[in-house]
C-alpha cells in the first residue's frame, strides 16, 4: 500500500530563505515614459522573472502583487499593506522594485538603491553592486531615504530605482522583456551573494529612533509631510 510521502524539502544555496518582491505601484499610479510604457507593468514583469530564479536556488518567495491593482489606497493604505505582507510572512529580506523618472533632466540615466534602516544597508550595497555589473547601467550609488516600505520595514528592506523613464533611450531599453530578464538575473544574483555571507543581518528586528517613531504614529501620507518638514 502506498504511504503519503513527506513534502520535499527545498535544496540550494537560499534554502530556508524567505524572500519578497515588491513590484512598485498598480493601476497605473507610478510613471510612464513618453512612449506610453509603465513603471507598474516593468516593474511587475521584472519581479515575476525573479521570483523564478530564485526558487530555483531553494528560496520561498513572495510578491506582494501579482496583478496591476494597487493594494489599498494610493500612498496610504497601499503602503502599510506591503509592509503588513512581508511582516506576516516573516520575510528575511524585502526587496521593493521600481523605475525612476526626473523632471527637465531627459538626460540622466542610471540605477540607485536605496535602504533607510541600519539592518538594510549591506543588502543594499549587495544589490546595488549586482545591477551595474548585470545590466551595465550608471552606478548612481545607495542612499539613505525614509521612503515608507524601507523605513517602516523591520526587516533589511531596500528600494531599486532601475533606470530612468524620463530618458528616451533609457525607457526604451527598461521596458522590454529582455532587459526585464537581465535585471531579475541582476537581483537574483545580488541577493544570493547577500544570502550566502554569513551574519549579514536576516529578519524583523525593533525599529529604532525616528523610523520607530514615524511608523508607529504615523500613516505614510502624514509621515511624508513631517519628514518633508523636517529635512527628511
Ligand atoms: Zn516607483
New binding site residues.
Given amino acids: 500500500m502506498a504511504t503519503a510521502s513527506a513534502p520535499a524539502q527545498p535544496v540550494g544555496p537560499l534554502a530556508g530563505k524567505i524572500i519578497v518582491l515588491d513590484p512598485?505601484?498598480g493601476n497605473h499610479t507610478?510613471?510612464h515614459s513618453a512612449a506610453g510604457n509603465w513603471?507598474d507593468d516593468n516593474?511587475l514583469a521584472i519581479a515575476k522573472d525573479t521570483a523564478p530564479l530564485l526558487r530555483a536556488m531553494g528560496a520561498t518567495v513572495h510578491l506582494t502583487r501579482t496583478g496591476p491593482n494597487l493594494l489599498g489606497s494610493r500612498n496610504n493604505g497601499d503602503l502599510t499593506a506591503r509592509v503588513a505582507k512581508a511582516t506576516a510572512w516573516h520575510a528575511d529580506v524585502f526587496v521593493s522594485i521600481?523605475?525612476?523618472y526626473v523632471n527637465g533632466a531627459p538626460d540622466v540615466t542610471g540605477v540607485e538603491t536605496f535602504w533607510d534602516n541600519p539592518n538594510s544597508r549591506e543588502l543594499a550595497q549587495d544589490l546595488q553592486s549586482a545591477l551595474v555589473a548585470g545590466t551595465g547601467m550608471v552606478n548612481r550609488g545607495t542612499r539613505a531615504w525614509p521612503y515608507w516600505v524601507v523605513a517602516c520595514n523591520p526587516m533589511p528592506a531596500v528600494l531599486i530605482?532601475g533606470g530612468f523613464l524620463s530618458n528616451v533611450a533609457q525607457a526604451a531599453r527598461i521596458s522590454t522583456p529582455a532587459f526585464y530578464a537581465q535585471e531579475a538575473h541582476a537581483i537574483a544574483s545580488g541577493l544570493r551573494t547577500y544570502l550566502s555571507t554569513p551574519g549579514v543581518p536576516l529578519g524583523a528586528v525593533p525599529l529604532v529612533g525616528r523610523n520607530k517613531y514615524v511608523c508607529s504614529t504615523m500613516n505614510p501620507v502624514q509621515a511624508n509631510v513631517w519628514l518633508t518638514a523636517r529635512g527628511l
Fill in positions: 512598485g505601484h507610478g510613471e513603471e516593474v521600481h523605475q525612476n530605482e
